[in-house]
């Protein structure tokens, strides 16, 4: 099924409009283990809205997290200090009424979480400090700062999934000053892609 999708209308199209060839797009199919996870989540290793603060930022959730990492699911956020040891400086907890597992048939399945652990914190403090030292070394290699995705399963290991450039507020304004009085239609955004443009002869 995923071979053939590389062949559905939409992708044939693209490769064409952008003027690729059949042999310079090979497809892929990974198969992953999926991890038994106890609880997951989302880092960011600075306040994106003040990245000067010594804090981290952590949603978790139990089970797992792909319902945190897009901020649908319903979840503990945590305020941690990037000086060791990573005290908690605040946590506020959710009602998490259902997780996802790794369904023995392949994908996810959404489990009912018991009512009395509804409200129970998805990670302890020593979760929290082991999320922040890691976060921290992470972001060191790479040189800024970072929004990691995370797990760790039922033995207690801890899984980097993913990590990526987080991006902060500048805190600078670009281009001439507003005037005082001008009504504001407008504020913010990011660039999602900064597009291509490709010369299809004529005829094609």
Same mark, same amino acid.
Do not use: C
């Given at each position: ?24 797009t090979p497809m892929a199919v990974l198969v992953q283990r999926m991890v038994p996870a106890r609880a997951s989540g989302v880092l960011f290793t600075r306040q994106p809205n003040d990245?000067?603060?010594? *804090?981290? /930022?952590?949603? #978790? =959730? ?9 901020? !649908? &699911? ?8 990037r000086r060791a040891p990573h005290t908690v400086l605040e946590r506020r907890l959710a009602r998490k009424g259902e997780r996802l597992l790794g369904s023995g048939s392949g994908g ?8 009395? *652990?509804? /409200?129970?914190? #998805? =990670? ?9 030292? !890691? &976060? ?60 291509? &443009? ?7």
């Amino acid at each position: 099924r995923v071979v053939r999708s590389r062949f559905a209308p939409r992708a044939v199209f693209y490769r064409r409009a952008a003027g690729l060839a059949e042999v310079d797009t090979p497809m892929a199919v990974l198969v992953q283990r999926m991890v038994p996870a106890r609880a997951s989540g989302v880092l960011f290793t600075r306040q994106p809205n003040d990245p000067k603060a010594p *804090l981290l /930022l952590v949603t #978790s =959730v139990f089970g797992l997290g792909p319902e945190a990492s897009v901020g !649908t &699911a319903s979840a503990d956020q945590l305020t941690v200090s990037r000086r060791a040891p990573h005290t908690v400086l605040e946590r506020r907890l959710a009602r998490k009424g259902e997780r996802l597992l790794g369904s023995g048939s392949g994908g996810v399945q959404r489990v009912a979480v018991d009512p009395e *652990l509804q /409200l129970e914190a #998805s =990670v302890d403090d020593a979760d929290a400090a082991r999320l922040a030292a !890691t &976060a921290l070394s992470i972001e060191t290699y790479f040189g800024q700062p970072q929004d990691i995705e995370w797990t760790i399963d039922t033995s207690g290991t801890l899984w980097v999934l993913q990590t990526r450039p987080l991006r902060v507020e500048k805190g600078e304004a670009a281009g001439e000053a507003v005037p005082a009085d001008a009504p504001l239609l407008l504020a913010g955004g990011d660039v999602v892609w900064s597009g291509r &443009a490709v010369d299809i002869p004529a005829g094609k």
